[in-house]
């Protein structure tokens, strides 16, 4: 018995209004940085995001980071400042939960909660969240077949909640010289044909860089997805994760002005 057939769209009420992720419903664009560094930064990316036209600003509190060295994320001080950023812009927050005992603080903020790709396969964690009525963003495992993964969004759909969005993040291929991972355009498709659940693409985690972000947003729209995931940062260079995937908001800005023109297309 699965269930992963039968939803067709995932309604996100936000404070700018309701924002439904579908395949009969306009292109929803998410951005932020990859993490919340600090107020100011954060306020400024969100201010742009929504001036660009995007409905969610993303930007991680905790970050599932290879290193136990790396930077961590600023964990609950964070989600105040996106609680701030949501409260400035009247954006959809999305944020990534890790741990289950921080669950309740996540889902305070989060108009959406994100769990990542290597938690996909994280089932007491799937049950949890399924256990919420909260929209989940579940982002494809690093080597997750797509049978793998709509068996996690089943977990989630299983607990009794039916509001799951696939994010397809890249997948580990044998280059990592010239992209971080390999972007799985196929995905699109193919869950088209399985499922209802709306679809994500996330071309910064895909490439690894921010020059090959805008070509593969268009690919990724032109394939059929319902919305993008794209990191954006005031200052790349300096940034504490992900700064040369991330695109500058000039950058986001025209990015957001050629989605608009290919989207007459669509
Ligand atoms: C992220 O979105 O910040 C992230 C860590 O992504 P992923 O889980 O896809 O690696
Ligand atoms: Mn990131």
Redesign the pocket.
């Known amino acids: 018995e699965f269930r992963y057939g039968e939803y067709s769209e995932v309604v996100v009420a936000t404070p700018n209004g309701d924002v439904t992720f579908g395949q009969n419903h306009p292109l929803v664009v998410v951005a932020g940085p ?2 919340v560094e600090n107020e100011e930064m954060i306020i400024e990316t969100a201010q742009v995001v929504k001036a660009s036209g995007a409905q969610f600003l ?1 930007g ?1 509190a905790y ?2 980071r290879t290193s136990p060295y790396a930077f961590q994320g600023h964990g609950e001080s964070a989600l105040d400042l996106l609680a701030k950023a949501r409260e400035a812009t009247g954006l959809g927050i999305i944020t ?1 939960l890790m741990d289950a005992a921080e669950l309740d603080l996540v889902a305070e903020v989060a108009d959406v909660i ?7 396969q994280n089932f007491s964690l799937l049950k949890k969240v399924g256990a919420t009525g909260k929209p989940i963003l579940l ?2 495992g ?1 080597s997750a077949t797509i049978e793998d993964w709509l068996m996690s969004a089943e977990y989630i759909l299983a607990a009794g909640n039916p509001n799951v969005i696939l ?1 397809e ?2 997948i580990r291929t044998f280059d990592r010289q010239y992209t971080r991972n390999t972007l799985d355009l196929s995905a699109i498709p193919v869950l088209r044909s399985l499922t209802h659940l709306p679809i994500m693409v ?1 071309p ?2 895909a490439t690894g860089k921010s020059e090959f972000v805008s070509t593969m947003s268009m690919a990724s729209i032109a394939s059929g997805t319902d919305s993008l ?1 794209i ?1 954006v940062h005031p200052n790349p260079a300096k940034a504490l ?2 700064g040369p995937q991330s695109l500058t908001l000039p950058a986001f800005e025209e990015l957001m002005q050629d989605i608009a023109s290919l989207a007459k297309f669509c």
């Open positions: 990859c993490s993303r991680g970050k599932p990534e994100q769990i990542g790709a290597r938690n996909m982002k494809r690093l994010c993040r890249g996330d910064s985690h995931m990191e994760s992900d």
